[in-house]
């Protein structure tokens, strides 16, 4: 009795597309990763829970750009938290946008929540150079602006992938 096994030699690619919700979910659990093992000395344990809300806003040549974004947040009791888009519909315990097409996207907790961030991923193939975008990332708590991140890219005839990650945490 013999058994053969024969080697595939299958190769097998990832897409950019394909990356982009790992690479989104790895940033939120290194995030919930560092927020939980910071030092809250200078706050004297205070947690700041509430609505935390974080709206991404992107200007410039769109079309030149892919921009894709994780969101995700936890409460106080029972970890990860549930999604609101801006009307109220539930979007689930992470939301992630494949490809920003809209101007504004902004995904915001329940009153419970204690930590929310956004990962996201800027790429550009495009061959042509001086493409530029513009995003603004907004966290807020309660309606009050608690950070925020602006970024500038610019094609020049090259590939381009950038990560960035905004939390409601400064």
Known sequence: FFLYFMPTTDIYTLSIHDALPIFGIGALFLGLILVSCSDDDDQGGVIDTGIHKIVVEQSGDIDAFELGLVFGAVNTTSG????????GKYLGESHSVTRMEDAKVSCQTGDDAFFMTC???VTSTSDVSGKKLKV?????????????????????GEILIENFSVSTTA
């Open 80 to 87: 990860p938290t549930k999604l609101y888009d801006e009307d």
């Open 119 to 121: 990962a996201g991923s």
């Open 136 to 156: 603004l990332v907004t966290a807020y708590i309660d309606g009050k602006e608690v950070n925020q991140l602006v970024k500038e890219y610019e094609t020049k």
